[in-house]
T-cell receptor
Framework: GAVVSQHPSWVICKSGTSVKIECRSL??????MFWYRQFPKQSLMLMAT?????????EQGVEKDKFLINHASLTLSTLTVTSAHPEDSSFYIC???????????FGDGTRLSIL | GEDVEQSLFLSVREGDSSVINCTYT??????LYWYKQEPGAGLQLLTY?????DMKQDQRLTVLLNKKDKHLSLRIADTQTGDSAIYFC???????????FGGGTRVLVKP
């Protein structure tokens, strides 16, 4: 079945570093992808929708310059957390639209820890 | 706007039934879903129900939908320790693939 691969699964880095998270659709193409942020013991909050070949659509309150999203090909979307700080530590999940009754295919998530 | 709410926590003994409740606000949603999230992992689609259905059963899972009250529930029969996880209900927008998630219910199954 359709699979979304997210990498890395866990990253720890120093404050001020920029971190890139990749989201790949395997065996299918995705013109859009969704990026979520999940704080501990909380729900998934949609951050933005990436669009292949054009600008991402950000949800209200999400800093565009802080969370850079690029969707350069039909199988790859990336989220870069720029100049990350401890408050950016979170679990980030990407997904790609599904078909039929399956609305989205989710990656396994990336745990980001900023020291 | 859209808002989906769930109770935060449920503790259940192994072998008993679990019932997780969810309320939603978007009456135009076509599908409602239940997802399971294990620690440090992504979301696994458990089951779904179409908005014109009242009930759907899939092995140990039973979904009930009260469209009038915008209330959705998931019943897990014969709950096992492997069922310990966070369960999210989600409503799908009327046209498209966007989902709005509830806050999640943490289910703890005690042996």
């Amino acid at each position: 079945g359709a699979v979304v691969s997210q990498h890395p699964s866990w990253v720890i880095c120093k404050s001020g570093t920029s971190v890139k998270i990749e989201c790949r659709s395997l065996d299918f193409q995705a013109t859009t992808m969704f990026w979520y942020r999940q704080f501990p013991k909380q729900s998934l909050m949609l951050m933005a929708t990436s669009n292949e070949g054009s600008k991402a659509t950000y949800e209200q309150g999400v800093e565009k310059d802080k969370f850079l999203i690029n969707h350069a090909s039909l199988t790859l979307s990336t989220l870069t957390v720029t100049s990350a700080h401890p408050e950016d530590s979170s679990f980030y999940i990407c997904s790609a639209p599904g078909t039929g009754i399956q609305p989205q295919h989710f990656g396994d998530g990336t745990r980001l820890s900023i020291l | 706007g859209e808002d989906v709410e769930q109770s935060l926590f449920l503790s259940v003994r192994e072998g008993d039934s679990s019932v997780i409740n969810c309320t939603y606000t978007d009456s135009s949603s076509t599908y409602l879903y239940w997802y399971k999230q294990e620690p440090g992992a992504g979301l696994q689609l458990l089951t779904y129900i179409f908005s014109n259905m009242d009930m759907k059963q899939d092995q140990r899972l039973t979904v009930l939908l009260n469209k009038k009250d915008k209330h959705l529930s998931l019943r897990i029969a014969d709950t096992q320790t492997g069922d310990s996880a966070i369960y999210f209900c989600a409503e799908r927008e009327a046209a498209g693939n966007k989902l709005t998630f509830g806050g999640g219910t943490r289910v703890l199954v005690k042996p």
